[in-house]
Each structure stands twice: as C-alpha cells, then as structure tokens.
C-alpha cells in the first residue's frame, strides 16, 4: 500500500505542475509535457508494480491450516521463474492499461459510446485525461495488494503457482504421509532408541490411532533433526514461519503426555484434548517433511527417490497423448472463424445504418478461415506435436508445466506468423504478396501473440485432463457459469492485448471492406477465435479414467 500511496502522490504531482510549466515553457512545452507526464506516470509505476507482484506471488499459502510460503513448495529455480513470469505479466499489463488505453478508447467511433468531450480530451493527453489514467494505474496497484477470491489480478497468480505444483504437490505429499508413511524397517530402530515410549508395534497399528501417529511423528521428527544436524539447510530450519524450534518443544511436550496416556494416568483433561494435539502435531512434522523434500529435490526423479527412502511413493508425471485433441480445436477455430466474420460484419453494416446485412462475400470468409488455420492451426499442431515428441522422448519427465507452457508461447509467436506467411504470399494482396519472404514474415510476426496466448491456454486445460500431477477440472453444473466467463474474460484480454494491431489494420482502395469495417471485423473474429477455442479447451475434452492413484486427495478447480 505504501508504494500505491506513493504512485498516487507522485502522478498527482507531475499533473498538477504540467500546467504551469507549459505556461512559462510556450506553446512546444505544452504539447510535450502531457507526454512526458503519463511517461512518469508509466515508469514509476511499473517500478512499483514489479516490486507489488513479487512480494504477492511470495504471500504465504494456507498448507494444513498454517500459512506456508511458496518459495519452499517448489524448487528454487522454478519459484524464480514462476515469480519472474508474473511481474512480467504485471508489468505489461500495467504497461498497457496506462500507456495504451488510447487505443480502446478511439475504438469508439465504431461503436458510438463515447462522448466527443472525452474523445478530444484523449487526443489532446489533457490533464483530465491524465488524472484518469494515474487513478486506473493507482487501482491496478491496489489491486495487487488486495487478497480477495475476486480479484482477476491475482488469479493469474494462482494459475502460475499451480504450473510450479504451488500448493497441490505439497499437499498430495501431506496426504500420502497421513494415510501411506511406511517407515524403513532400518529407521524404527533408531527411533526407538531416541525416543523410549515408542514401541516396535506402535507403527503396525491402526492409523487413526494416537500411538501410530506419535510413532509416525517420532519418526519425522528424528528424520527432519538429522537432516538438520548435518548443516545443509540452516536457511530452511530457522524459517519463522515453519516454527521447528517450536514444534520440537511441543512434541517434547506431548512426550511426556504421551508417556502417561499409555501407562494410563493421563488426568481426564489429556485424554479428551491429547488426540487432537497429535494430529495437529502430526500435521505440521508433515507439512515441514514435504516441504523439505521439494525444496531439496528440484528435479522430479530426484524427489521421487529420496521421497521413497522416506517412506512413501510420489510418481513421475503421468500424462496422455496430446496430439490425439488436434481435430478437436481444427473443427472449434473453422467454425469460430467462421461465425466471428459473419457476426461482426452483419453488426458493422448495422451500426453502419445499413440494416441487417445477412449475406456476406464468401470469398472473404474463406480467406479468413484460411488465414485462421495457417496461424492459429499450425501454431497449435505444431506445439501438440512437440509436446508428444518429448513425452516420447522422457525429455519432459522433470519438467515443469511453467517450463512447457513457456516453450509453448515462443513456439506458437514464431510458428503462427510463418504459416501466415506463407498464405498471405500465394493469396495475400498484390502489396504484400510481393513482399521477399524475411520482410513478410517480420510484417506478419505482430500476428503471432493471438496464436501464443491461445496455445498456452489450451495447453494448460489439455493437461488439466491429461496430467494426474494438475487438479481436475470441475465440470458440475455448479461451475457453468464460472468456466464460461473464464472463457469469456480470456477473449477479451487476448482483443485487448492485440487492439493496437487490430486497429492499425489498413485496406487497399480496391478492397471489398472498407478500413473502419476490416478493423470491426478483426477485432470481432479475435474474440470470437479466442472463444470459441477457449471453449473448447474447458468443454470438448473428456478426462478419461485413471487408475488408482498413489497420490490420493486430489484438489478439484475451475
């Protein structure tokens, strides 16, 4: 909050001495100075929104009922990564709301919502205009100090998080602890020995049990102490929010009460409340234990094998054949095309006061699904098909989903615009088709976020079918609406991020459209593309049955 408040003081500021500098600068000095403002405005505050997106992807998460942090449930690496990517989507969503807003703005000579009065007072950058702009920055940083299940923002967050396995993995290793610890025959001895009211049976027994989580909890303890001892991880043990220290003098504690529970003169108080305490105590030695063993290991295989020492079993990623969806998002981008030409240039010839105009040139629809599949089609099958190359390959096996999904959005950038290019060359315009092959393509390569922002998404709901290591997707119809406009809020933020492009869209003079109507339309089929294969990445695929996992109590989202 102390950074936001300081945004706001300093934004205020440069527009409140913007006039009187203009003044005594001249006429030159007062057509530069809105620049110069809402460049201050933009620097400052990406400055502070990279620090207010780094301390929020650190704020602890709730791991049995104890605030955990983040940096020790993933590997060092992979939290560096998974942090670095949401400032960087902070900061260019920052970016782009403060320093082009002007271009949603002017869209509104297509759709007439907008009063002249504010129109002119954005191509002027006055002061009103840039007292706006501070106050939507001031807001997109108070939103990143706000923890609140609706704040959009921080969603994003959360998503990252569970492509680093940010909370699910520790809390899968929680629960394979509770109900599947197998302490090694070779650790029971030294147990026992460091602990006297532990017996050799106390870990065959039953597992609600106070005398088998206390041995379970004996064990953790001296498994956790020796890793201590041996001076590797001091960072890790004095970590105030883990509370070893803490939790070492409560087990002592319940040492002692423990003592008098089996030999039976534990006054009446203990007996009620000393089972409760167990658990709880058997809880966090297992919270701190999974923590332990992901923020040692950050290879996957390396887990998996020290985790079976332990005395559980954590399996490498499962995951299906992703290349068998391919026709599933061909026949969704055909017919999302298709439908977003027609309905945008039927609104357009009606808000044009032309009337409804049901019949279209159908050589142009034509065009556009082709331009459609040569970007967002081959970018999409091409990523599909590596990611079954690698899976063939084991490549992938200690790879995160934060890592894949990065690949996949340079992939996609740079695939899309190739296959554009190569219609537009053979069907393009004289103007471009004329075009040598690099300069077309560094033409076309503006194109290829729609692709990367679309393959990214999709790839990440694929793998929330396919992948046991990812949370299922709830498909009740309680979530209808939630999943929908999820899909509905991804299509508008790929139209926004691509808006500039989309309306620097420019028709030759021989053009069936006109360019105010080509940019309606581009704009119109982005959102519907984006939709349409939004929705079928969280609709169209069919989880199919898993065996018996060895992780169980899988967390089921939206």
Same mark, same amino acid.
């Given at each position: !909050? ?26 030159? $000095? ?28 650190? =704020? $602890? ?6 605030p ?66 501070? &106050? !939507?920055? $001031?807001? +997109? ?11 959009? #923002? ?6 990252? =998080?569970?492509?680093?396995?940010v ?11 509770r ?20 017996? &050799? ?11 088998? !989580? ?6 953790? /303890? ?7 001892e ?11 929010? +883990? ?18 529970? /089996? ?10 409340t ?9 809880d ?20 998996c ?36 030409v027609?309905?945008? &240039? ?91 092959y690099?300069?077309?393509? +560094?033409?076309? #390569?503006?194109?290829?976020l ?11 709901? #694929? ?17 209808? =609406?939630? =999943? ?17 492009n ?12 006109? $360019?105010?109507?080509?940019? +309606? ?12 294969? &939004? ?24």
């Open positions: !909050m102390a950074g936001s408040v300081l945004f706001i003081i300093t934004s205020i500021f440069i527009l409140v001495c913007s006039p009187a500098l203009a003044d005594q600068g001249g006429d030159s $000095a007062g057509d530069l100075l809105p620049q110069v403002a809402q460049w201050a405005i933009t620097l400052l505050g990406l400055i502070v929104a990279a620090r207010l997106a780094w301390q929020a992807f650190g =704020r $602890a998460v709730r791991v049995a009922d104890v955990t942090f983040p940096k020790y449930m993933t590997s060092h690496r992979q939290y560096l990564l998974g942090s670095s990517a949401f400032v960087v989507f902070a900061c260019g969503f920052f970016l782009l709301l403060v320093h082009e807003n002007r271009q949603v703005i002017m869209l509104a000579p297509l759709v007439p919502a907008i009063p002249d009065v504010i129109l002119e007072a954005v191509k002027a950058q006055s002061p009103p205009y840039l007292i706006v702009v501070a &106050a !939507m920055g $001031a807001v +997109f940083l108070y939103l990143l100090t706000k923890e609140a299940e609706w704040n959009a #923002l921080l969603m994003m967050r959360d998503v990252i =998080r569970i492509w680093i396995s909370p699910q993995l520790v809390k899968q290793i929680i629960t394979q602890i109900f599947s610890l197998r302490v090694p025959a070779a650790a029971i001895a030294e147990v026992i020995a460091s602990a006297p009211e532990v017996a &050799a049976a106390d870990f065959h027994k039953s597992l609600p049990t106070p005398d088998r !989580m206390w041995a379970e909890i004996c064990y953790m /303890k001296w498994w956790l102490m020796q890793r201590r041996a001076g590797k991880d001091a960072i890790f043990f004095t970590e105030d929010s +883990f509370g070893f220290d803490q939790l070492i003098q409560k087990s002592q504690w319940a040492s002692y009460t423990m003592g008098r529970w /089996k030999s039976g003169t534990a006054p009446d108080l203990d007996l009620t000393f089972p409760q305490t167990v658990t709880e105590l058997h966090n030695c297992a919270r701190l234990v999974a923590c332990y063993l992901i923020y040692r290991n950050g290879a996957r295989n390396n887990l094998a020290e985790a079976k020492e332990f005395g559980i079993d954590v399996d490498a990623t499962a995951q299906t054949n992703p290349l068998r969806y391919w026709i599933i998002y061909a026949i969704a981008l055909i017919f999302s095309v298709y439908i977003g027609i309905v945008s &240039a039927v609104a357009y010839d009606l808000i044009d006061g032309q009337g409804i105009v049901l019949r279209q040139d159908p050589n142009r629809l034509l065009a556009w699904v082709l331009y459609a599949l040569c970007n967002y089609g081959l970018a999409i099958i091409v990523v599909l098909l590596l990611r079954w190359i690698l899976s063939a390959l084991g490549v992938d096996a200690n790879q995160s989903h934060l890592v894949t999904y990065c690949w996949t959005f340079l992939v996609s950038f740079v695939i899309g615009p190739t296959g554009l290019t190569v219609a537009v060359h053979y069907f393009g315009q004289a103007s471009l088709s004329q075009l040598p690099p300069d077309l393509y +560094f033409k076309m #390569l503006q194109w290829g729609g692709p990367a922002l679309v393959s990214v998404y999709i790839s990440y709901y #694929l793998d929330r079918q396919s992948c046991s290591d990812l949370p299922d997707i709830d498909s009740s119809a309680a979530t209808l =609406r939630r =999943r929908l406009l999820n899909c509905f809020a991804f299509a508008v933020g790929t139209v926004f991020l691509l808006l500039p989309l309306l620097s869209l420019t028709a030759p003079p021989d053009a069936v459209w006109v $360019a105010s109507k080509l940019q +309606f339309i581009a704009t119109g089929t982005t959102f519907f593309t984006a939709f349409g294969l &939004a929705l079928a990445a969280q609709f169209a695929l069919k989880k199919e049955p898993q065996p018996q996992a060895s992780l169980p109590g899988v967390v089921r989202t939206s």
